[in-house]
Every structure is written in C-alpha cells, then in structure tokens.
C-alpha cells in the first residue's frame, strides 16, 4: 500500500514537470533578470484554516531563487513553536516552476495516508484544531546570493480532513451575461489544488470547442477571463477526472482509497445556459 501512494506521487510529479516545472540545473531554466531584493509574494492555499491532510503546497517568490536551499530554509512549526521532523516528502529534486520562482512542498503521503507505516510511527504532520506555520529562513536566496532578510511565516489551523472525492454537484456558478468579457466564476465546495484546477477546468462554446481565456484560481473559486464576448447559448464546464483538491483526492478515486474501490458513475461536465442579461448566480444545469 505504501508504495502504491509513493508510486502514485512520482506519477503526479512527472505529470508536473511536464506542464512547467523543471528539476533540472538553474542555468536551463527560463530566468529572468532582476535587481529587486526577493520576497515571498503569496502561500496556497492561504486559508486560515485548511484540511489537517493537505497534501501540497506552493510558495511564490518575486525573485527566480536558488537551488537547493530548500531543506535547509523552509521548515514547519507547531503551535508551541516545535519544529515537525521531516514533514516534506524527500524526493531528491526541488519542484520549482521554469522561472524558479514557484517551489512545489509536498507533505509527505505515507503521513497523511492512516494505517501505513510513517503514519503510524510516527503520526501526522498536522493535527485537526492545532496550529501551525510553514517558516521560510531570511536566509533564502535568489539566484543572484540576495537574501530575502526576513523570516516568513505563513500560519494556520488544520481543520477537518477531507476524504471524500471532488463533486462537481457542490459546486456554484456565478454566470457572465453575454455581450460582456466579464468573468466566468466558478465556486468549489472545498480548497482545490491551484495546481490542477488551473490546468484542468475548460470552459467549452456553442459550437462545442474549448475557448481561449485566462484561468485563474484561487483555491476556493476559478475565475475564467475569455478572449471574446461570452454568446447566447449554450456552453459546458469540462473538468479533468485528474483534478485534485488540496488533499490528494480526485473525481475519481479519493487519497484514503480502499483496495481497488474506485468512482465509475461521476459527473466530470457541467452544462449552463448564457444569456443577454446579468442574471449573475445561477444553478447549473444537468
């Protein structure tokens, strides 16, 4: 079982570095120059409160930062002020993105799995109710040795942990009316991975084809910004099954999988209706 979760996270790294993030040396990185001094812009997911089993983090940095500093710079504290022993999942490589200005934590699976061995030696990095803060050391550096001076802390609780897969049911709409460019705005039941949710949500026109815009999310709702005035008619939210939230599940198959259960009859399609009046909020329809 533990390797099944082990294999399965080295089959979603790869998956990640095919769509933007590079494991290799910073000199074939995409790097821009900068004479800036580096900060941490933005944490996801930045709630207060997020699931005590979240499984993925990702810290922005204005600067392209250096390699290989992870380890020793970023680190995970409990509320008494604690440091958690070996919280992240200890690959061999640094998950940043081209620019190296987006690094990828993942919190280490066999932890948050129950029943396997890290989770039963050792138990969970986060506990439900109890505090905690991702630390990153001023002693982080971009590529050019500029330190970001001061210590960051990103702090939050770890609340109920989600186990159940992602259901497109829960989710809202806020509908656009056509005629305008404004944005298509999708609200999630829980935190979503910004990660996939970014990659793997289209929104789909009258003519059936994929419509070119600007997706964004913000871990509890997806802005889609399109190229062109949205249309009368209808359109269809297309959603990966591959989609995770924050803790690992997907449509089809939740982290705390049981043996071979997988979802079959899941709904990965939305289907709404555009029309030429701001009629805001709206249910989807089936």
Do not use: C
Not at 141 to 148: A, C, E, F, S, T
Not at 220 to 232: A, G, N, R
């Amino acid at each position: 079982m533990l390797k099944l979760i082990y294999f399965s996270i080295l089959v979603l790294i790869g998956s990640m570095m095919s769509v933007g993030y590079s494991a290799a040396d910073h000199t074939t990185a995409e790097i821009t120059p900068h004479t800036s001094i580096p900060a941490l812009e933005f944490v996801t997911p930045s709630n207060a409160v997020i699931p005590a089993n979240t499984l993925r983090f990702y810290l922005t940095f204005s600067n392209s930062m250096e390699r290989g500093q992870v380890t020793q710079n970023i680190w995970v504290e409990d509320h008494f002020g604690t440091t958690i022993e070996n919280p992240f999942l200890k690959l061999g490589v640094e998950l940043w993105d081209p620019q190296q200005k987006r690094v990828t934590l993942l919190i280490d699976p066999g932890r948050i799995k129950t029943g396997v061995g890290p989770n039963e030696l050792v138990g969970a990095v986060f506990k439900e109710n109890y505090r905690y803060a991702i630390v990153v050391s001023g002693a982080m550096q971009d590529v050019d040795g500029v330190p970001i001076g001061i210590e960051q802390r990103i702090e939050f609780t770890a609340g109920p942990a989600i186990v159940d897969p992602v259901n497109l049911s829960l989710w809202k709409v806020d509908l656009p009316p056509a005629g305008t460019r404004f944005p298509f705005i999708v609200r999630f039941d829980r935190i979503m991975d910004v990660g996939t949710s970014t990659r793997m949500i289209a929104i789909h026109g009258t003519d059936g084809k994929a419509l070119k815009g600007k997706v964004v999310s913000h871990g509890t709702y997806l802005e889609f910004f399109p190229l062109l005035d949205w249309v009368e008619g209808v359109h269809h939210l297309k959603v990966d099954m591959e989609i995770e939230d924050v803790s690992g599940n997907s449509i089809v198959v939740p982290f705390e999988k049981n043996g071979d259960d997988v979802y079959i009859n899941v709904l990965s399609e939305l289907t709404f209706q555009i029309i030429d009046r701001d009629d805001r909020i709206r249910s989807p329809i089936y």
